[in-house]
């Protein structure tokens, strides 16, 4: 066996899905289940959703889900699930979600809530599933060890805008950093979850930590960063992530109440499919600059500074959409490595989905996509410009809308608390590079 796959065999057997279940909502009636899983969806109402979806719904947007699979035969998926790959090469194929964690995160995406399923952020956007192995899987039987790598490099070639990640790693690997940094370099845009136990080592997790990535943490009910959610100088959003509804197993057949990183990345991915379903002429690095300048604040929150738990800010589409808050700047610059990704990659018309998973099928690329070259580089986990980091904070995240709350209202007591005492922010945030 070469270092190379032991790596990565390392690596896929930390690999875990960034969601914890909680409490069941309801058994098997649909009647039952719509009622309880919109209901449970407290953060549509403060994003203002409605109010949105008048302008921007993520049409002609697609979005790769890399995850456990997506059943596209959900009442809420139906004719939403594009033609995927299985780059596990396990039994079944992209379809056959083994934990019911990848159609969770497709529904929390663009889910219709038909039949009492999930109501999507970007219900008219359309979703490729990838499907990957977890720890449990690659202990039932044999699958590709390369499996991330070549599922990240076939969405890159793929039609999709987004890539959503919602998995997380305590490992370093170079081959998928550069998997990444191709898909940054296509001009697409690749959100991951920053992990679920802050509260434990808070370790970084990859791929968020990777500079390419968009890492995405986990904010509460309350509107603070979840004591969870890992924190360091490689968060660049939160999003909400707990108490939400999601499946609660492969059964897919009654919703539970979930907390994680997973929920908040896959919400930032919709919320950048809005965006540039606005805006289809704009590149990754518009969309992604527009949504960091929007990003909720509080009010006391010293500009330049950069927050150890929340980065730039929580998602905030509709202050973007609605208000026309935060400015595209330059198409070809990446905004959080300030690097010229070469790409440039824009939203369009989607092809039309087929229930059954049949149409416009991108694994022509993802079945023979080769693995990334490896490097030696280590993972830039650091400051490189000497500023030393300020330690940790008490919930420091963002806030309130400057317009007396037209938009999700986050932690503006904790932001207050963090302008005074300096706690948790970079005040020159280290150059985010390759």
């Known amino acids: 066996m070469t270092a190379g796959m032991m790596e990565r065999g390392r690596l896929r057997r930390a690999l875990l899905g960034a969601m914890a279940l909680t409490t069941v909502l309801a058994g098997v009636a649909p009647a039952a289940v719509a009622a309880d899983a919109r209901s449970q969806q407290w953060y549509l109402e403060p994003m203002h959703v409605e109010e949105i979806w008048k302008k921007a719904t993520g049409k002609g947007i697609t979005v790769a889900v890399i995850d456990s699979g997506v059943d596209p035969s959900t009442p809420s998926l139906k004719g939403k699930v594009l ?14 979600d083994y934990t019911g964690h990848g159609t969770s995160i497709a529904e929390i995406i663009v889910g219709s809530g038909a039949g009492g399923g999930i109501q999507g952020l970007a219900p008219d956007a359309k979703v490729i599933p990838y499907r990957v192995s977890d720890t449990e899987l690659q202990n039932q039987q044999a699958v590709n060890a390369f499996d991330m790598e070549q599922a990240i490099k076939a969405a890159a070639d793929s039609d999709a805008q987004i890539i959503n990640i919602s998995w997380a790693s305590d490992y370093y690997s170079s081959a998928i950093r550069n998997a990444v940094k191709y898909a940054n370099k296509k001009g697409k845009l690749v959100f991951a979850g920053a992990g679920n136990t802050a509260d434990k080592d808070n370790k970084p997790q990859y791929p968020a930590a ?46 539970c109440t979930s907390d994680g990183t997973s929920i908040s990345t896959a919400l930032a991915s919709a919320s950048a499919a809005l965006v540039w379903s606005l805006h289809p002429d704009w590149t990754g690095n518009q969309v992604l600059r527009a949504m960091l300048e929007s990003a909720g604040r509080g009010e006391d929150w010293e500009p330049g500074t950069v927050s150890t738990k929340a980065g730039y800010g929580v998602i905030r589409p509709n202050a973007h959409i609605t208000r026309g808050l935060g400015k595209p700047g330059d198409p070809n610059i990446n905004p959080l490595t300030k690097e010229s990704t070469g790409g440039a990659a824009t939203g369009g018309a989607t092809p039309s989905a087929d229930p059954s998973g049949s149409a416009a099928a991108p694994s022509e690329a993802g079945s023979s996509a080769p693995s990334a070259t490896t490097s030696a580089q280590a993972p830039d986990g650091k400051p490189t410009d000497g500023t030393a980091v300020a330690g940790s904070t008490e919930n420091a995240a963002s806030a309130g809308e400057d317009d007396g709350g037209t938009g999700l209202v986050i932690g503006i007591a904790a932001a207050v608390v963090v302008v005074l005492a300096g706690a948790g922010f970079a005040l020159a945030r280290r150059r985010r590079t390759a």
């Not at 790959?85 to 056959?96: S, Y």
């Not at 509107?223 to 992530?241: K, N, W």
């Open 83 to 96: 033609k995927g790959w299985d780059a596990a090469e396990a039994k079944g194929d992209e379809t056959d």
């Open 210 to 255: 990777y500079p390419e990535a968009i890492a995405v943490a986990a904010t509460t009910r309350e509107g603070v960063v979840a004591d969870y959610s890992q924190h360091g100088d490689y968060i660049d959003l939160a999003a909400p992530g707990s108490q939400i509804p999601t499946w609660c197993d492969k059964n897919l057949t009654r919703y």
